[in-house]
């Protein structure tokens, strides 16, 4: 086993249990972090795409990596607005599950506009 | 058949998909450097600029019957990115223009800044993430490299998710999160599955994909991926979960750009991968798996919009099942030796459905807006005697579900039509029937807005307050377009057989 397809094999791995953890748990925050998990496996499979292409001399091929620079970035941004509207939500109710029904039953019936 | 074409060279008008693309940027930016009530100005003036932009674009391409393609740089794929318009992003880009316009003359009403302050928060947000979210569709309608079109998904869902929580109360926040988390889910699976084609083929970019892809087992895992994370953000069932409690709590004018505009973006780039980048996918199974889900959805979604008590909620199981129609096109486009003709049709449904509903859906919430505020509600038990109060508002509305429902001559009818003949002429009866089950559901919900709002009140309406009459005016105007789709053609066949994939092999360009 070379080290491509370990490190394929290990990126796989980590985006299947950030996969699961995303749809299994029903916490927003460890949502997120298993959102971040998928993320990292994603980004590891990008590194081993990129050592794979290596040609001419270059220890990589750099279009995946900088791809992977913009990843990074669209996954800390998106990373940050969760946390925010989560802070908001921990601010306004005192709790961040995302239990609908219970907080149906709280707010009365009200316009929107 | 013929050898695939080559990709697209630079065209003389290219410049114009960057200006499409860089001018509610440059708002945005512009917005952020001066503050406070200067926000609204600027998104005022990008409107008629970003129109005019959208108008050249379409002109150009009808006038010279070839898609727009601009290259970043001066360097052609694979080493540098495209922009490429073809038909149907000339007409997302025309309809983005116009309903963007369109909701920010209605919104001004709703998110003024207050005289004395120099810049509120809700207001200062709506006016750049209108840009935003402007910018980020035009990325999404114009992009040609996978990765391209991933930040411009991102930037939609960023530009999306806070629309839906700008009150602030806890049920909004907690809409936005869920949404927050589907799109990220949707994300994740789109990046993977971009990793995968670039691994496999060596290029993103989808014209040079769409000579060098072929079905095994990489290219479907990956595009089984971005598929199902697209429909994750785009909400067709069973992913629709976030869209109702999203767009139903959003401010109105915000629920009729999500509803109307935001989830079609994702649904373009599922287009675009199945009949751009790996062309012949819709011959497979997998075809009728999406028809399926988009079934699924119409039935789920159109009897969920019946159970429901209050108006803005209904308009939003409407979205999901309005949605499902549009992916009627996979399953019917599909098959070996189908002939143009046909392809075209269905391609035409789909694009007509598409735009039919944006403008029916941005009708319908800003009627619904100002239904709720002339009332103080807005639940259906108590829509009695609003057709007298606010005769243009229920007029507009019934036009817009004229659209829905697909009766002649909307454009919703038009859509419907073109489907229903394209599944007569693929022997595929059973998408005609959704669509004439889908029919009967939408006009059951519809009623159950149109009946009471037009009967006579049991008790005079109490003190009611009436929308400025230009509010009125251009969600009337949103609700004609809808139905105007069907009884004047706009050459929108010319238009969308420009650089159109499904038939690009059988008429050379």
Same mark, same amino acid.
């Given at each position: 086993?070379?080290?491509?397809?370990?490190?394929?094999?290990?990126?796989?791995?980590?985006?299947?249990?950030?996969?699961?953890?995303?749809?299994?748990?029903?916490?927003?925050?460890?949502?997120?972090?298993?959102?971040?998990?998928?993320?990292?496996?994603?980004?590891?499979?990008?590194?081993?795409?990129?050592?794979?292409?290596?040609?001419?001399?270059?220890?990589?091929?750099?279009?995946?990596?900088?791809?992977?620079?913009?990843? +990074?970035?669209?996954?800390?941004?998106?990373?940050?607005?969760?946390?925010?509207?989560?802070?908001?939500?921990?601010?306004?109710?005192?709790?961040?599950?995302?239990?609908?029904?219970?907080?149906?039953?709280?707010?009365?019936?009200?316009?929107?506009? | 058949?013929?050898?695939?074409?080559?990709?697209?060279?630079?065209?003389?008008?290219?410049?114009?998909?960057?200006?499409?693309?860089?001018?509610?940027?440059?708002? =945005?930016?512009?917005?952020?450097?001066?503050?406070?009530?200067?926000?609204?100005?600027?998104?005022?003036?990008?409107?008629?600029?970003?129109?005019?932009?959208?108008? *050249?674009?379409? *002109?150009?391409?009808?006038?010279?019957?070839?898609?727009?393609?601009?290259?970043?740089?001066?360097?052609?794929?694979?080493?540098?990115?495209?922009?490429?318009?073809?038909?149907?992003?000339?007409?997302?880009?025309?309809?983005?223009?116009?309903?963007?316009?369109?909701?920010?003359?209605?919104?001004?009403?709703?998110?003024?800044?207050?005289?004395?302050?120099?810049?509120?928060?809700?207001?200062?947000?709506?006016?750049?993430?209108?840009?935003?979210?402007?910018?980020?569709?035009?990325?999404?309608?114009?992009?040609?490299?996978?990765?391209?079109?991933?930040?411009?998904?991102?930037?939609?869902?960023?530009?999306? =998710?806070?629309?839906?929580?700008?009150?602030?109360?806890?049920?909004?926040?907690?809409?936005?999160?869920?949404?927050?988390?589907?799109?990220?889910?949707?994300?994740?699976?789109?990046?993977?599955?971009?990793?995968?084609?670039?691994?496999?083929?060596?290029?993103?970019?989808?014209?040079?994909?769409?000579?060098?892809?072929?079905?095994?087992?990489?290219?479907?895992?990956?595009?089984?991926?971005?598929?199902?994370?697209?429909?994750?953000?785009?909400?067709?069932?069973?992913?629709?979960?976030? +869209?109702?409690?999203?767009?139903?709590?959003?401010?109105?004018? *915000?629920?009729?750009?999500?509803?109307?505009?935001?989830?079609?973006?994702?649904?373009?780039?599922?287009?675009?991968?199945?009949?751009?980048?790996?062309?012949?996918?819709?011959?497979?199974?997998?075809?009728?798996?999406?028809?399926?889900?988009?079934?699924?959805?119409?039935?789920?979604?159109?009897?969920?919009?019946?159970?429901?008590?209050?108006?803005?909620?209904?308009?939003?199981?409407?979205?999901?099942?309005?949605?499902?129609?549009?992916?009627?096109?996979?399953?019917?486009?599909?098959?070996?030796?189908?002939?143009?003709?046909?392809?075209?049709?269905?391609?035409?449904?789909?694009?007509?459905?598409?735009?039919?509903?944006?403008?029916?859906?941005?009708?319908?919430?800003?009627?619904?807006?100002?239904?709720?505020?002339?009332?103080?509600?807005?639940?259906?038990?108590?829509?009695?005697?609003?057709?007298?109060?606010?005769?243009?508002?229920?007029?507009? =509305?019934?036009?817009?579900?004229?659209?829905?429902?697909?009766?002649?001559?909307?454009?919703?009818?038009?859509?419907?039509?073109?489907?229903?003949?394209?599944?007569? *002429?693929?022997?595929?009866?059973?998408?005609?029937?959704?669509?004439?089950?889908?029919?009967?559901?939408?006009?059951?919900?519809?009623?159950?807005?149109?009946?009471?709002?037009?009967?006579?009140?049991?008790?005079?309406?109490?003190?009611?307050?009436?929308?400025?009459?230009?509010?009125?005016?251009? =969600?009337?105007?949103?609700? +004609?377009?809808?139905?105007?789709?069907?009884?004047?053609?706009?050459?929108?066949?010319?238009?969308?057989?420009?650089?159109?994939?499904?038939?690009?092999?059988?008429?050379?360009?």
């Amino acid at each position: 086993m070379n080290a491509e397809v370990l490190f394929g094999l290990a990126g796989a791995v980590l985006a299947g249990l950030g996969l699961y953890g995303l749809v299994a748990d029903p916490a927003p925050l460890r949502k997120l972090l298993a959102f971040n998990l998928l993320g990292g496996g994603v980004f590891l499979v990008f590194g081993v795409v990129a050592r794979r292409g290596a040609a001419a001399g270059l220890g990589g091929d750099p279009v995946p990596q900088a791809l992977v620079i913009t990843g +990074l970035v669209v996954a800390f941004a998106a990373t940050a607005l969760a946390v925010a509207l989560l802070r908001l939500l921990f601010e306004r109710t005192g709790q961040t599950l995302l239990d609908t029904a219970a907080q149906e039953r709280t707010s009365p019936d009200q316009a929107d506009g | 058949m013929m050898a695939p074409a080559l990709p697209d060279m630079p065209t003389a008008g290219g410049f114009l998909l960057v200006l499409a693309i860089m001018l509610p940027i440059a708002g =945005v930016l512009l917005q952020f450097m001066l503050g406070g009530r200067q926000a609204e100005r600027i998104a005022l003036l990008v409107m008629p600029a970003g129109l005019a932009v959208a108008v *050249a674009v379409t *002109a150009a391409l009808m006038l010279s019957g070839r898609p727009l393609v601009y290259h970043l740089g001066n360097l052609a794929p694979p080493l540098g990115l495209a922009l490429r318009a073809d038909g149907f992003s000339a007409l997302m880009l025309m309809t983005t223009a116009l309903i963007v316009s369109a909701i920010g003359l209605f919104a001004r009403a709703d998110f003024a800044t207050p005289t004395g302050t120099v810049e509120a928060r809700a207001p200062f947000v709506f006016w750049t993430l209108l840009l935003a979210l402007w910018g980020a569709l035009a990325v999404v309608f114009l992009g040609q490299d996978l990765f391209t079109l991933y930040v411009g998904l991102e930037l939609l869902t960023f530009g999306a =998710v806070p629309l839906v929580s700008l009150d602030g109360r806890a049920e909004t926040l907690t809409a936005a999160l869920r949404y927050l988390l589907f799109a990220l889910f949707g994300s994740a699976l789109f990046l993977a599955g971009t990793v995968l084609f670039y691994g496999e083929y060596g290029t993103l970019d989808i014209a040079l994909l769409a000579t060098r892809t072929h079905p095994d087992t990489t290219s479907a895992i990956a595009v089984a991926m971005m598929t199902a994370g697209l429909l994750a953000k785009t909400a067709l069932f069973p992913f629709h979960l976030w +869209l109702p409690p999203a767009h139903a709590g959003a401010p109105a004018p *915000a629920s009729a750009l999500l509803s109307s505009l935001v989830v079609k973006g994702p649904f373009f780039l599922v287009v675009r991968l199945w009949f751009g980048a790996m062309p012949g996918l819709t011959d497979l199974p997998a075809a009728q798996l999406l028809g399926a889900l988009g079934a699924g959805a119409v039935l789920f979604g159109s009897v969920l919009a019946l159970c429901q008590p209050r108006l803005k909620p209904l308009i939003a199981y409407s979205t999901v099942a309005q949605l499902g129609y549009l992916f009627l096109m996979f399953p019917l486009a599909g098959g070996v030796g189908l002939p143009a003709s046909v392809r075209m049709a269905v391609w035409t449904g789909g694009a007509v459905q598409a735009v039919s509903h944006a403008f029916a859906k941005a009708a319908m919430f800003a009627g619904a807006g100002l239904i709720g505020q002339a009332l103080g509600h807005d639940r259906i038990s108590g829509l009695r005697g609003v057709g007298r109060a606010l005769p243009v508002t229920t007029f507009a =509305v019934a036009f817009a579900g004229l659209s829905l429902m697909g009766l002649p001559p909307s454009g919703g009818f038009m859509a419907k039509w073109l489907l229903v003949r394209a599944s007569i *002429a693929t022997a595929q009866w059973w998408w005609a029937a959704l669509v004439f089950a889908g029919g009967l559901l939408a006009g059951g919900y519809i009623f159950r807005i149109i009946a009471p709002a037009l009967s006579a009140p049991e008790k005079p309406l109490p003190a009611i307050r009436t929308p400025a009459r230009r509010r009125e005016v251009v =969600v009337l105007a949103l609700a +004609l377009i809808s139905v105007l789709l069907g009884v004047v053609p706009f050459g929108l066949t010319t238009l969308l057989a420009v650089g159109n994939p499904t038939i690009a092999h059988i008429v050379p360009r």
